[in-house]
């Protein structure tokens, strides 16, 4: 071998090898950011944050969404219905109305609702509400620790050593000067309904709310179901037993009443399956139909109508109440020497209590059909004062119109509601539904729950079995809609909640577990969770989630915690972000005041505590401006301060350190804006923002924002650019199997 050829060699195999080499380095990925350049910011200039708060008078409410309390004062959605009504009808019902009031320190809510109202979480009806199946996190103060008993974060201890706690800790030291303490074995409002005679009965617990009930509902005249103790129906109870288990407030089954003239006979129309068989008799209480006092015989049309003959014959259509009556034999009422009726069933217990009310008709003798109050006897014998005296036998009717309806508060210990659905749904709008009792499996197909759906009447949201349209226009879904087109009527309105069954736990020490709480990550032995567990979780809900103001800092509190930095730690954590204050009624007075502002700066640990401090301090009270909040940061970012908007802000306070600086303004809100006449959005030149396709020019004046801190100027008067188009033309081949298609504009001559 020559040493010309292995020269050549030698440096062939040089060059491969130094390609090889430098492959690493030809190769190297390059790191295109995805963040546009015009906003990403200079490496060493940390971004602002501007949060506002929104610190209207909703924000202390105890709801949510504002349907859930349907009469509250300026709520957004007026038009919403109650669950169930009480003695007093529409004109104030109380079932799911926590009574939240509008006054001089803005909104208050002092009055308990029902279980629909306490019944929280996803699955419940009332987002803010308490949920059991949810763990509730402590709040947390800038140096990341518990506000109540750190490092454990438990309120009460384990074991449990108190049931006192905060009513709310961020109204305590150092955050407020309101120190109220709450027991929650003592002081826990709910709602008790009485029925006009000094009996009262509590949701699923005896009359002290101190033990949980079990017995028997009922479906229709004609079917019942076991419940468990704590479990309830959310719907029209057409027993005449008080001692049967039923929803609270109470109220009969539900019809349309319809009887066209010159007819006397009146069609009833309900949406459950009603129950009754031809010659049963029945109660009714609507008005410009029947007497209320009478027990007429009614015939059996189907399942879900029945007739009756009435004393008029006026054209009617009213919705109304009805319930069976029982129909008692020969026998069965006696009177003796005084004006006591004895009455007497051997076939069917009553299930009356003594003063349980009741209206008799159809019973021969003097006074004897009367509306009054009973005594029991025993379970199948109850007695009643008649309106006259005189020995008398006789067959007769009676049913219990003395309804448990009489609502008013009560305070006792800590419950929790859970809603047990028994429809489950082949689609997820809820609308063609079976019905299926709790421990039973729902058909094939039928897989989604239904906790709350919303009808179109409030017979369909409180009928007991299943409401079900497998097509059409569906009664309830799973949506609320208050809306609906004023010509078409289409999509109906869906106001009307409906539950399933409530389940309710009494949360005291005798009560040693909790089930049915799988994800509940404090206990040790989800899902089974211990009193000191629960009534801790209970405890830290109370204090820092019960309202919209307080899941707000409880959330915001904890989230915050991963921006502080400290430069000057062991080991050191740089700041990330610049971050300040604002509350939506800072400016109220004319000028924005310290206590609801606080400057943008580096969020360290100084900052962040001062940002803590001021931030947990804010209370809630009037209207909505959020345009105005919006419009007065953007005054910030401009440098327009201590003037207009901003007027209080000193000029020193410019957030502004580079014209590539990046700046954001968090607005956080529970609802719609209001009051847009009192709290005008203005520009920096004083123009009012309402027109949003008008030109800069007549918006902001020549010049959109002038920095002379940073030298850059923001934009000027308005542009125009003309864009001329050029001629173009387009063609259109079919593609046939696996031939080619041949375009002539674009690729001439080429193939496709």
């Given at each position: 071998m020559s040493s010309r050829k292995s020269l050549a060699k030698r440096l062939v195999l040089y060059g491969v090898l130094g390609c090889m080499a430098s492959q690493t380095a030809l190769a190297a990925v390059?790191?295109?950011?995805?963040?546009p350049l015009a906003t990403s910011g200079g490496a060493n200039i940390l971004p602002n944050l501007l949060f506002d708060l929104d610190d209207s008078g909703s924000m202390q409410w105890d709801f949510m969404p504002d349907y859930v309390?349907?009469?509250?004062?300026a709520s957004a959605l007026p038009q919403s219905k109650p669950c169930?009504?009480?003695?007093?009808n529409a004109t104030n019902p109380t079932s799911c109305s926590s009574g939240c009031t509008f006054g001089g320190s803005g909104f208050v809510c002092t009055a308990a609702g029902g279980p629909p109202y306490q019944a929280g979480g996803a699955n419940g009806f009332n987002g803010v509400a308490y949920d059991p199946n949810f763990y509730y996190r402590p709040g947390l103060g800038s140096n990341g620790q518990p506000l109540i008993n750190p490092p454990s974060g438990l309120p009460l201890g384990n074991p449990v050593t108190t049931t006192l706690v905060a009513d709310d800790i961020y109204f305590h030291a150092p955050f407020g000067a309101s120190v109220t303490n709450v027991d929650l074995a003592t002081q826990i409002g709910e709602l008790q309904y009485c029925n006009g005679n000094g009996v009262c009965k509590r949701n699923g617990a005896d009359s002290a709310g101190a033990n949980l009930v079990s017995g028997t509902a009922f479906d229709s005249a004609s079917t019942s179901n076991a419940m468990p103790a704590g479990q309830f129906p959310y719907r029209t109870n057409p027993a005449n037993a008080s001692t049967a288990i039923f929803g609270l407030p109470e109220m009969m089954s539900i019809g349309t009443f319809v009887r066209t003239s010159p007819s006397t006979t009146v069609t009833v129309t309900t949406v459950e399956s009603h129950g009754l068989v031809t010659n049963d008799q029945i109660y009714t209480a609507t008005t410009n139909v029947t007497a209320a006092s009478s027990c007429t015989t009614i015939t059996k049309v189907d399942n879900n109508n029945f007739t009756y003959t009435s004393s008029l014959s006026t054209s009617q259509n009213p919705s109304g109440s009805y319930r069976k009556c029982a129909k008692l034999g020969v026998g069965t009422f006696v009177r003796g020497a005084t004006s006591t009726v004895t009455v007497t069933d051997l076939s069917t217990p009553h299930g009356l209590v003594t003063s349980d009310v009741i209206t008799t008709a159809n019973v021969t003798g003097t006074g004897m059909n009367v509306t009054a109050a009973v005594t029991k006897v025993d379970n199948n014998t109850f007695t009643y004062p008649s309106g006259s005296t005189g020995a008398q036998t006789s067959s007769g009717s009676w049913v219990?119109?003395?309804l448990y309806n009489v609502g008013s508060s009560v305070t006792g210990t800590a419950n929790a509601y859970a809603v047990v659905p028994v429809e489950y749904c082949s689609d997820g709008n809820l609308t063609n539904c079976a019905y299926v009792l709790p421990g039973n499996t729902p058909p094939a197909g039928f897989t989604f729950p239904a906790y709350v759906r919303f009808c179109q009447t409030q017979a369909q949201a409180l009928a007991p079995g299943a409401v079900s349209d497998s097509s059409g226009t569906p009664r309830c879904r799973s949506k609320y809609n208050e809306t609906t087109d004023l010509v078409t009527g289409v999509p109906p309105k869906y106001?009307?909640?409906?539950?399933?069954?409530?389940?309710?736990?009494?949360?005291?020490a005798a009560v040693g577990s909790y089930t049915n709480r799988p994800n509940r990550a404090d206990c040790l032995g989800a899902p089974t969770c211990t009193y000191a567990e629960e009534i801790n979780n209970y405890a830290r809900w109370y204090t820092?989630?019960?309202t919209r103001l307080q899941m707000m800092k409880t959330s915001v509190g904890t989230s915050f915690l991963s921006f502080i930095g400290n430069p000057t730690g062991t080991p050191p954590k740089p700041n990330s972000l610049r971050i300040g204050l604002i509350t939506m009624h800072a400016q109220d007075s004319g000028s924005v005041i310290p206590a609801k502002y606080l400057k943008i700066s580096d969020f360290n640990t100084t900052q962040a505590s001062n940002f803590y401090t001021k931030f947990y301090t804010q209370t809630a009270g009037s209207f909505t401006p959020l345009q105005q909040a919006l419009a007065r940061a953007g005054w910030i970012y401009a440098g327009k301060l201590n003037t207009g908007l901003t007027t209080g802000i000193p000029a020193a306070d410019d957030p502004i350190l580079a014209a590539c600086q990046r700046n954001f303004t968090l607005l956080t809100t529970d609802g719609y804006w209001?009051?847009?006449?009192?709290?005008?959005?203005?520009?920096?030149?004083?123009?009012?923002?309402?027109n949003l396709d008008a030109s800069p020019s007549s918006l902001l004046g020549s010049t959109l924002v002038d920095r002379p801190q940073t030298v850059t100027l923001d934009g000027s008067g308005s542009s125009s650019t003309t864009v001329t188009p050029i001629s173009s033309s387009s063609e259109q081949k079919i593609c046939q199997g696996n031939n080619n298609v041949v375009f002539v504009q674009g690729n001439p001559g080429g193939t496709v």
């Open positions: 390059t790191d295109i950011s995805s963040i309390s349907p009469n509250t004062v169930m009504f009480d003695s007093s219990r119109t003395g106001l009307y909640a409906r539950h399933g069954w409530f389940k309710r736990d009494i949360i005291k820092y989630y019960r209001n009051q847009l006449a009192s709290y005008l959005p203005q520009t920096p030149a004083a123009r009012t923002i309402g």
